[in-house]
């Protein structure tokens, strides 16, 4: 039974004690390594004089082969002390490290050469025998080299326990520096967390290739019959000059073979090229938006914004802490930030502390409905430029409190819009929406409502006081990764195993990234002469549905197999498709071809818009919100109410 046990012990037991024992070993200690090393040509030694005595040669006599070879493995000894052979990490061992052990052998080769024709003109004998000490550095360097890969081959695949063949099978698109760099990060990464199987490179390519022992593909293969012939389990795109629609097609490949899509940032931006697999990752749904990103004209709003003081409301929010990081890249003078949720205001200024900038930043806890406060905030400040993007913008939740989407969306606009006036404020920018377009719910007819109110109070202003404040409106769809947007809920309930819910499977929206939508915003500050609704063309309208289903593939599932795609039904107020403009809008240019103004008069004037905007406000007090309602489509004609309890209202 003990013999039993020992066995037991030796052949299982042992493994796992010796890979715990290697694996927590951070490096080996240099003493250590230099001793190996030392003990390396003392065995090559051996092996030379195996080798030489068996051949026709006969040794020289001058000394005993003891002292010979003690000189030698003392001149390799102190090369290797001087060319630092030990300092390196063995199982990250690298084309420097071989130099090194080159250099460092080749360096003995010439000095005992040296030693040995020195030693012969002094005394007319020779100590080595030449093809001996080219057989001895021969033997010394290769198996220095192959002690190194051995330690390295070592800790790859037997200490970390992971088998190449069953790590998912990666294919690089790209083969500039940029793909070899990543190649080589995600081959040095430990644990390994992919095989690299290829990479993708141009059109030219026609002969087979191999870079870093794997196939180089020419872009003329069917990327299809790669994937399936070479069972690729995830595709990295590190060619950062394809085009959005190459890019797009080449993810839409991949995703119908159930192929994961990931990117990496540039080189220039890596922190650590060890840790490279935190950089890796799932290729980001804003990238397949089915239209160009679009680029403003940053000097105009430099030109705007520079040396000015600022009030940003709805600060904290997804779009106003947006606004905030691009001003703050514009030198501005002093950022006044204000909103009227506490721990995400504390949570903005604890982030753009951390930004290097000669900008004063202030928070400001201060809810726009209170007029008070917001005539304080202007009085002490008297800031010259105002970007309005307070405002509470969830539908289902405005169909159920409509006193809170009157109280902020329109008398908040008002108050901070009157405040702007009275304070003499160059410019007033109001962030909108395109639920504000024929809308059906409370949420977009009290945002068109806002949108109302500034263009009949510039036209108010105007007429008496040309010079005075400027309301520009800007009109956009939904914002990818906004707080509360479909994206984020998606990727929370994909992370959760699902389902993912939608509302009805034919919902369209249009979308836009969070910086995008910002610079609409800061752009429309710049070139507005007042009066106008800017909006841009964002292309072609997504379907939530398809939506659902690619980042559920880029998250490399299935959908329906590993995650369910379940179907709630339209929710208060939700319509199928939002509208950025009326049918009868007049659409006039501007100097940016995605930039459009719509031209949304409503046909109110100032008096008659603001004693109906005080009427609502009183309604909503009251909680009469039926009356509210009413009043509210009567100031917007083209507010029809869809599944909600507000529909009966409509005449």
Known sequence: MAWFSISSF????????????????????????????????????YLTYIVVSNLTLKFYTTYTPLFRYSIIVLVHG??????????????????????????????????????????????GDKVYLMPGLIVHTLFTFLMLFSFRVLVKLFFEYYLSGVIPS????????????????????????????????????????RMKKELLGVPLFGRKESLKTLLTEHNVKALLFADKQLSKTK????????????????????????????????????FAIQDLLERQPIFLDNQEVQHQVAGKVILVTG???????????????????????????????????????????????TPLLVDVRDVSLVAHVFSRYQPQLVYHAAAYKHVPLMEDNPYQAIMTNCLGT???????????????????????????????ASKRIAEIYVQTLFMATQSEHPSATKFITTRFGNVLGSNGSVVPLFTKQIEAGGPVTLTHPDIIRYFMTIPEACQLVLEAGAMGN?????????????????????????????????????????RPGEKLYEELLYDASKVLPTHHAKILIAQDLSGYDYVAFNSLMENLCAHAVAFDYEQAVRLMKQMVPEFKSQNSVFERLDG
């Open 10 to 45: 030796s052949t299982g037991n042992l493994v796992g004690w010796v890979q715990r024992r290697f694996s927590n070993l951070g490096y080996l200690p240099r003493w250590i390594i230099i001793c190996i090393d030392v003990c390396i040509v003392s065995l090559a030694c």
């Open 78 to 123: 102190i090369f290797f002390l001087l060319y630092r052979t030990y300092a390196g990490i063995i199982r990250h061992s690298s084309f420097f490290d071989a130099l090194k052990l080159f250099f460092s052998t080749f360096s003995g080769f010439v000095l005992l050469v040296v030693f040995n024709y020195v030693h012969y003109f002094l005394t």
């Open 166 to 205: 069953s790590l998912p099978r990666l294919l690089i698109y790209g083969s500039d520096s940029q793909a070899i760099a990543l190649a080589h990060a995600i081959l040095l990464e430990q644990p390994r967390k992919y095989q690299l199987v290829g990479f993708v490179g141009d059109k030219r390519i």
């Open 247 to 282: 890019k797009i097609k080449i993810v839409e490949t991949c995703l119908s073979l159930g192929c994961r899509v990931l990117t990496a940032p540039v080189i220039k931006e890596w922190e650590d090229s060890k840790d490279i697999n935190k950089s890796i990752k799932s």
């Open 315 to 361: 600060a904290a929010g997804s779009i106003g802490s947006e606004i905030v990081h691009q001003l703050l890249a514009y030198g501005s003078k002093q950022l006044l930030l204000l909103d009227q949720a506490e721990t995400p205001l504390h949570h903005l200024c604890l982030e753009l502390s951390k930004v290097n900038s000669s900008c004063i930043l």
């Open 414 to 444: 008002k108050h901070v819009a009157d405040m702007a006036i009275r304070f003499k404020a160059e410019r007033f920018v109001m962030v909108s929406t395109d639920k504000a377009v024929n809308p059906s719910n409370i949420m977009g």
């Open 530 to 570: 007042g009066g106008e609704i800017f909006i841009f063309d964002m292309g072609k309208p997504v379907r939530i549905l398809d939506l659902a289903t690619k980042m559920i593939r880029l998250a490399g599932l299935i959908p329906e197999q590993d995650i369910a795609i379940q179907i709630t039904g339209l």
